[in-house]
């Protein structure tokens, strides 16, 4: 397999854009300002798979400068993903993990329907930044309260 200058693998050619904006050191993690809803009511994202709660619109963070994502991993399946804060219907699975992250130097882990343990997406953590969800965002549905 080929690698890339860091020893990661390189991706298919159509994507990512994720190896410059890390290159320049832009792994940063930024409220959305439109976040909250002006009436005052919030969204509620469920898992599409149970209907349990899994996080809600208010939750919804950029990072790199942008809420959603668009990523193939190394298999080359493609992902659209949302970045959230908390996810509280969110559990974690397996240690963190650094290769193939798609947000270094925030590592991975997989998160899962805390109710039927589907894969909604990933957790991401690194020392001294903060932590986010990337949740699958055609995993989830919205709906207003
Ligand atoms: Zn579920």
């Known amino acids: 397999m080929m690698t890339g200058r860091h020893g990661k693998p390189w991706l298919p050619a159509t994507q ?3 190896f410059r ?4 050191g ?3 993690v930024e409220e959305v300002d ?3 809803q002006p009436d005052g009511g919030h969204g509620v994202l469920y898992c599409r798979q149970c209907h349990a709660p899994v996080t809600s ?7 790199l400068g942008k809420h959603c994502h668009v990523f193939p991993n ?11 804060g908390l996810a509280p219907g969110c559990g974690q699975q ?6 193939y992250s798609w947000f270094p ?7 899962l329907c805390q109710t039927c343990k589907t894969h909604l997406g990933w957790y991401y953590e690194a020392i001294g930044k903060s932590s986010f969800h990337g949740l699958i965002l055609n995993r989830l549905v919205e709906e207003w309260t």
């Open 16 to 18: 990512p854009c994720f």
């Open 21 to 24: 904006e890390a290159d320049q």
């Open 26 to 28: 832009l792994a940063t």
């Open 34 to 36: 439109d976040a909250r």
């Open 57 to 63: 619109t208010q939750e919804r963070l950029k990072v």
């Open 74 to 84: 190394p298999e080359g399946m493609v992902f659209e993903i949302g970045c959230f």
């Open 94 to 99: 397996g240690p963190p993990v650094f290769q």
């Open 105 to 111: 130097p925030h590592a991975w882990s997989l998160a």
